[in-house]
């Protein structure tokens, strides 16, 4: 079915009854004795249809000839059972009944359009309270006239029953109140209702429950309310919050009259019943059935609908009827959602909250996340990894079980076509018996064919990839060592899936796209994500390092051929230093020169590209992926693949050949630790006397014991490496970088030193023991603190890293590379000295960027406008040195609608070239940052929980800018221009004052900053108007209104970077840049000019502006609008896509309002696609749409209008 947008709307009563396909009048399921749906029932056949194929309930009608007759005798249409998934009943309702959800989740629909407080509301609703529905103004008229009249009679005699005149009066005027304060919509107690209705009876009528306020609603005329509403908002009478509540009126009325809605649809007279086969019941052992909570909820309310219409047909008194509709309004609120009836839900017999119609939809295991976004697929299966060494780059080992199963119908359709089995059964048979030729067949069809192996979990795009499958026997998938890295595999029991993808298509983008041959560079950051590692780093390091004392050290040599003869004839060692005569800038060159190097390092040169120059250096973890980034850099992926794959099998062999192993006796501890401890021991108790003595605080005595162990673990530390064989086991495989790190070799043989303690403080007493020696009772438990702490930390913040990447994915992830170029003349400037603080190099930041402006060496050209920066000319403009501000292209100034161009992207940093067409930056950018944060939450386990700098710094406050929330450890901003002229220290305060010239008299500001933080500035500087006053995090909000969006911008990437620099974890500015822009990319509209926005409402800038553009072309007003800083959850769910936002959070709210707004979802971005079943409108399958105009133009007027708005 073709169609461009979907829209929800409120359903009126005949929408229900047009879908029904018949009313359910019982509340049984099922006829236990039958098996069969009893009639008219919750599974009726009558009206959901037939229960098995083109077969009647009684079977007067069988098979498909019949297909579309409605048998006479059961009334059950001769069709396919499938129906019974989409054909919908209804339960005509007794009495009318309210939704809850328009009821009851904040701010009620209800309640705005009414004008009554929700509790109010309630109570009519549930038949605690009258409703005023309508008023006889003849009959008030009358009454009147008839109280004034009997006040003057009443006035004759007063004095006869011993009344005054004024008693009389003020008696007279408390009832003409009460009858003129009669409105439409008032509430009344039951004790006001009766004490009015016996008096005023003839003026008024009040009912109780949904049918008054459905009385109520219907009288509403929608368009004369709105113009009533727009006159009191024009007026501003009020105050701020009245005036946000009209505001919500008008935007709900104004919806409802644009989409023809009535508002008393929103309470229901039928209520749909939704097929049955979404609400199954399923037959166990032992005679009992399993069924769906829909199933126990529907009967409830049939079963009470029933009883109030037998009820009202006998003419039942009202306090029963009361009581029997309140029951049922209370049956339908818990089969629409049970879960916001707190306290009031109703349960099974096992006492658990049944699972109502909106619980379906919501929360990790609801329709939205579990069966629309996240689906269980076929032709897929997983197992264990094993490394398999031999392998090329983009193959892998497939078990030979799990590929028959997989490529089953392809093999199926080969043995058809050769003619070993005519039909698709007796095939089977012969794939179950696998002889020979089923495996030659499978051989055959695997050709050409790539398979998808994925491990959970997928953290960014590369834990996906394509490999060619060779058939092995083993029941473990073998994978290639090199793409460990990209899927954070490794070979203790991680599994992996396999996915084969069908179609051609599907197979052509895995091979062209997903192979993984291809996806050689990490798409965060550029750098190469495939590299030797582990053994295949030690075996090269072992294979280039020299041994001055090896045999035939010093020899010389002819060519490289003489020496590898010498080698085997075992006159030298592979180590040995030797003489060679060989070009050193080719391998095939003709200036051959003396070149002192090894063997070794002869073999690894013949395994490298020819072009590049002899690699003469001892090879480590570090100059390995370096010359794998260049490899990468300089040769197609094909050729790329072939010489990481000869690194690996150079790396395995040699660390084969050179046997080094790893045992207890090669970690030698230290001769000079004793001393060194026993020393540190006395400087303890000195310490400790003197603060026995009185000399030092606590806090003191504590911080010099914990300087005293800090200094020894130092020394010791130092001692370690000295202490061990520079030629041995452990040397090479740390100081290769293949595994392990100093500190671990310093805690296994020198000391664990100072551990910290649950709360994150540091335990004073150390664990001076090391882990060869053994721990100590008391040591062992002291150590147990940490490495407890690291356990919990790392489940914990795992946990917050997934969700932040799921906000990530969801606030981005429609944005794509929508045009080439949007011609704006806008940039970012990018200085030299804006990393320095968290060692982000200069070269890095400017690499894959397009520039704004020309870069000029003096008056040399190094780059043009619109050029990209590749490495070469990043690294020559970091040489220079004259250069130290460049102006690029940006994602956050692009002016494309609804994504960026590929200019202000720059270069795809996982491919190495510009950015495609259709590429969903989005969500790379989210993975990237999500990727390193899930990385950056586990960092804590890997040193054990030895005392030094967590993360706690990290993760959450990468989320506190995410979300723009005030930060912990604010930093005080400078609000006006203006000298510190005072420093004034109060308890746990300083009081600065900033004295601002200007004016009459000078502004005196005062700044009360708790004495925690500590001053930046300093009596007599001048302060900046945004500048900080004390060390801290800015507050963003506070930052946009002292110095504007730029500035934001800038902070924003500054705190990120800061946080993923200071642990390694480099990710491209670029990517923070697309969130930071989504946080920018909501706008409020001050005022709606010629169009159907409403004042207040926060809408996407593309859509703003997209429509002050069609309104400029039909020579309209233009709407103007205020830009505002959003965190990220408050974007994801105020985007316009209704589908998207329900799928994240909020769902019944979104859809509440999606519905009495009348909302459209134009199917834009990923997720609304994903859900809808289509493909996502990105990468081969980009349709390019929306309408981009020349920008360079409308800049100025869009930037206006905003203006306008932010003034």
């Not at 070993?420 to 179950?432: C, D, G, T, W, Y």
């Not at 586990?938 to 005392?947: D, E, K, L, P, W």
């Not at 409108?1177 to 306008?1204: H, I, K, R, T, W």
């Amino acid at each position: 079915m073709e169609f461009k947008s979907i829209r929800l709307k409120v359903a009126s009563p005949e929408d229900v009854l047009r879908w029904s396909y018949g009313e359910v009048t019982k509340s049984e399921t099922i006829n236990y004795r039958t098996q069969r749906p009893e009639k008219d029932g919750l599974f009726s056949e009558r009206i959901f249809g037939p229960t098995k194929d083109w077969e009647c309930y009684c079977g007067k009608y069988r098979r498909i000839r019949y297909k579309g007759v409605v048998c006479d005798k059961c009334g059950v249409e001769v069709t396919r059972a499938i129906v019974r998934r989409e054909r919908m009943g209804h339960i005509a309702l007794a009495t009318s009944v309210a939704h809850i959800w328009y009821l009851r989740n904040a701010p009620s629909k209800l309640s705005l359009l009414l004008g009554v407080s929700l509790p109010k509301l309630e109570k009519v609703v549930y038949y605690a309270a009258f409703m005023v529905t309508n008023i006889d103004e003849e009959a008030r008229a009358q009454t009147l006239e008839q109280i004034e009249a009997e006040f003057k009679s009443r006035k004759k005699g007063a004095k006869d029953e011993g009344i005054t005149v004024d008693d009389l009066k003020t008696a007279m005027s408390d009832v003409k109140k009460q009858v003129e304060g009669l409105h439409v919509g008032q509430v009344l107690t039951e004790n006001e209702y009766h004490s009015l209705a016996t008096r005023f009876g003839n003026v008024f009528e009040a009912h109780m429950g949904a049918d008054a306020i459905r009385r109520i609603l219907a009288q509403i005329d929608l368009k004369k309310f709105v113009s009533e509403l727009k006159k009191e908002i024009e007026k501003g009478v009020g105050g701020v919050a009245k005036e946000a509540r009209q505001m919500k009126r008008l935007k709900i009325a104004t919806s409802m009259l644009k989409h023809n809605m009535r508002p008393e649809w929103m309470i229901l007279t039928a209520l749909p019943v939704v097929p049955p086969d979404i609400r199954p019941m399923v037959a166990l052992d032992g005679g009992r059935y399993a069924t769906s909570d829909l199933n126990d909820l529907y009967r409830r309310v049939i079963n009470r609908n029933n009883r109030l219409k037998k009820l009202m047909d006998l003419k039942a008194p009202e306090v029963i009827l009361i009581n029997e509709k309140r029951m049922l309004q209370e049956a339908v609120d818990a089969l629409i959602d049970n879960s916001a009836r707190s306290g009031n839900q109703q349960m099974n017999a096992q006492r658990r909250p049944l699972r109502s119609l909106a619980d379906m939809l919501k929360g990790k295991q609801g329709r939205f996340r579990q069966n629309l976004l996240g689906k269980r697929v076929d032709y897929s299966g997983r197992s264990v990894i094993v490394v398999g060494p031999q392998l090329k780059l983009t193959q892998c080992g497939l078990p030979k079980k799990m590929a028959l199963e997989l490529f089953r119908p392809f093999v199926i359709a080969k043995i058809i076509e050769r003619g070993l089995a005519h039909n698709v059964k007796n095939s089977n048979r012969l794939i179950e018996a696998a002889g020979s030729e089923i495996w030659e067949i499978l051989e055959e069809v695997i050709q050409n064919r790539r398979v998808l192996l994925n491990r959970a979990p997928t953290l960014h795009r590369l834990g996906i990839q394509a490999f060619e499958p060779l058939l092995i026997e083993n029941l473990a998938i073998q994978l290639h060592p090199m793409v460990c890295t990209a899927f954070n595999a490794d070979f203790d029991g991680d599994q992996m899936a396999v996915h084969l993808p069908l179609s051609d298509e599907a197979q052509e983008e895995a091979r062209t796209i997903m192979l993984s041959g291809v996806n050689l560079l990490k798409p965060a950051t550029g750098d190469p994500i495939v590299y030797p590692t582990q053994d295949m780093i030690l075996g090269i390091y072992y294979l280039t390092r020299i041994e001055e004392q090896g045999k035939g050290a010093g020899r010389a040599f002819s060519s490289e051929e003489e020496a590898y003869y010498a080698y085997h004839a075992e006159l030298i060692d592979i180590n040995s230093p030797i003489i060679v005569m060989l070009d050193p800038t080719s391998r095939h060159g003709k200036n051959a020169q003396k070149v002192e190097t090894s063997l070794g390092r002869i073999i690894f040169n013949e395994a490298m590209p020819s072009a590049f120059n002899f690699i003469n250096e001892a090879m480590n973890k570090r100059s390995l992926i370096k010359l794998a980034a260049r490899i990468i850099e300089k040769f197609e992926a094909s050729e790329a693949a072939e010489y990481l794959d000869a690194m690996k099998n150079l790396g395995f062999k040699y660390v084969t050949e050179s046997g080094i192993t790893w045992g207890i006796d090669d970690l030698i501890i230290p001769a000079e630790k004793g001393v060194l401890i026993q020393e540190a021991q006395e400087a303890v108790k000195a310490v400790h006397s003197k603060y026995q003595e009185g000399f030092l605080t606590a806090s003191e005595r504590r911080a010099r014991v914990i300087t005293i162990w800090t200094d020894v673990r130092k020394q010791i530390s130092a001692l370690v490496p000295a202490a061990l064989d520079p030629k041995g086991s452990i040397f090479s495989i740390i100081d290769s970088g293949s595994r392990g790190s100093w500190t671990q070799v310093v805690q296994v043989t020198g000391m664990k030193g100072l551990v910290q303690n649950a709360r994150g403080e540091t335990i004073e007493l150390p664990i001076t023991s090391s882990f060869r020696e053994g721990l100590n009772v008391l040591e062992f438990f002291i150590a147990t603190h940490g490495a407890r702490k690291g356990t919990t930390d790392t489940a914990l913040k795992t946990a917050a890293a997934g969700y932040l990447t799921r906000r990530l994915v969801d606030v981005s992830q429609d944005i794509v590379v929508r045009e080439e170029n949007c011609r704006t003349k806008e940039g970012i400037d990018m200085n030299r000295d804006d990393g320095k603080e968290y060692d982000h190099k200069f070269s890095d930041r400017l690499f894959s960027r397009a520039v704004a402006d020309d870069v000029k060496d003096g008056r040399k050209t190094i780059v043009k406008a619109g050029d990209i920066i590749d490495r070469v000319t990043a690294q020559l403009i970091e040489a220079t040195g004259e250069i130290n501000t460049v102006r690029v292209r940006s994602p956050i100034t692009c002016k494309t609608l609804y994504g960026v161009c590929a200019s202000c992207y720059g270069f795809d940093l996982g491919r190495n070239r510009p950015i495609a067409k259709g590429e969903a930056v989005g969500v790379i950018a989210a993975q990237s940052i999500g990727e390193p944060g899930t990385q950056l939450t586990m960092r804590t386990f890997h040193i054990g929980g030895v005392a030094g700098a967590d993360i706690t710094n990290g993760l959450p406050r990468v989320v506190e800018i995410f979300e723009v929330r005030p930060p912990k450890g604010r930093s005080y901003l400078a609000h006006e221009d203006g000298t510190v002229t005072d420093i004034e220290s109060r308890d746990l305060l300083r009081i600065v004052k900033v004295t601002t010239l200007g004016g009459s008299k000078p502004l005196v500001t005062e700044y009360l900053i708790p004495k925690s933080s500590s001053l930046t500035v300093k009596v007599g500087d001048e302060v900046k108007k945004g500048e900080r006053l004390c060390e801290g995090h800015v507050d963003l909000r506070e930052l946009m209104e002292l110095k504007g969006r730029n500035e934001v911008e800038r902070e924003i990437v500054r705190g990120v970077q800061q946080v993923y620099m200071s642990e390694g974890a480099a990710i491209n500015n670029k990517h923070v840049e697309i969130i930071a822009r989504q946080m920018f990319s909501r706008v409020k509209i001050k005022d709606q000019g010629d169009s159907e926005m409403i004042v207040g409402e926060i809408i996407e800038k593309s859509r703003f502006l997209e429509i002050n553009r069609q309104l400029k072309k039909e020579g309209k007003q233009p709407a103007k609008a205020k830009q505002l800083l959003l965190g990220i959850t408050k974007v994801a769910l105020s985007t316009q896509s209704f589908l998207s936002a329900a799928s994240f959070q909020e769902t019944a709210r979104v859809l509440i309002n999606a519905a009495v707004e009348g909302k459209e979802d134009l199917l834009r971005g990923l997720k609304e696609n994903v859900i809808i079943g289509r493909a996502i409108p990105v990468g081969s399958n980009y349709l390019g749409q929306g309408g981009f105009v020349d920008v360079a133009a409308e800049e100025e007027a869009a930037d206006e209008e905003l203006a306008a708005g932010a003034a």
